[in-house]
């Protein structure tokens, strides 16, 4: 049975940063991509960066040059490095893996098999 469980979140002020770190409790690398979505209250869960097995990386377009995604195999862990976090980045992020299927249509929740529990990002003004 494989796990995703994530850490880091937490209260931050406008234009600070947070580190999210997801531990998997299988290999990494058996997963392509692994991404991180997130959810605010009221709005529908979406996409907000994968890594594939080769680290090419993908991102929403509001969090492109803010936020980092990266994979470590070794440790069997993904994590998002958020700079510059704003109000509306207030939300619940998921770590998602893939098992299947390869990169594409790596936005879209359903072709994710695996979920974390989630973990809470809260952005003051």
């Known amino acids: 049975q494989v796990q995703l469980v994530e850490s880091g979140g937490g209260l931050v002020q406008a234009g600070g940063s947070l580190r999210l770190s997801c531990a998997v409790s299988g290999r990494t690398s058996a997963f392509s991509p692994m991404a991180w979505f997130r959810q605010a209250p009221g709005k529908e869960r979406e996409f907000v960066a994968a890594i594939s097995w080769s680290r090419n990386t993908y991102y929403v377009d509001s969090v492109k040059g803010r936020f980092t995604i990266s994979r470590d195999d070794a440790k069997n862990a993904v994590y998002l490095e958020m700079n510059s976090l704003k109000p509306e980045d207030t939300a619940v992020y998921y770590c998602?893996?893939?098992?299947?299927?390869?990169?594409?249509?790596?936005?879209?929740?359903?072709?994710?098999?695996?979920w974390g529990q989630g973990t809470q990002v809260t952005v003051s003004s």
């Open positions: 998602a893996a893939r098992s299947s299927g390869g990169i594409s249509n790596y936005m879209y929740s359903t072709n994710y098999n695996y």
